[in-house]
């Protein structure tokens, strides 16, 4: 099993700037990859960024240049980093490791509220 733990949301106005925290622990050698989706009030869950084990990396076009994903040495803490940050970002933003098998596992959520 996967357990993965988030940490780093708030509140911050227009332009600033957060740093999201997701640290795995169980089974989580050899996935496939870690990154974050989010949750909008009324809206769908979206992916957001990822972060493969080999290291490739891909975003969100509405987040590209503002957002960026990175990793410790041991591959099991993904951080994200969220400059510039406007209001459409508000949302709950949900951490997910992909297995080799390609099974989601999720953590339970860190909200992000961006308001003037």
């Known amino acids: 099993q996967v357990q993965l733990v988030e940490s780093g949301g708030g509140l911050v106005q227009p332009g600033g700037s957060l740093r999201l925290s997701c640290a795995a622990s169980g089974s989580v050698f050899s996935y496939y990859s870690m990154g974050w989706y989010r949750q909008a009030p009324g809206k769908q869950r979206e992916w957001v960024v990822h972060?493969?084990?080999?290291?490739?990396?891909n975003y969100l076009d509405s987040v590209k240049g503002r957002f960026t994903v990175s990793r410790d040495n041991t591959k099991t803490t993904v951080y994200l980093q969220m400059n510039s940050l406007k209001v459409e970002d508000t949302a709950v933003y949900y951490c997910?490791?992909?297995?080799?098998?390609?099974?989601?596992?999720w953590g339970t959520g860190t909200l992000v509220t961006v308001s003037p």
């Open positions: 997910n490791l992909k297995d080799r098998y390609l099974r989601d596992y």
């Open positions: 972060i493969t084990n080999t290291g490739g990396t």
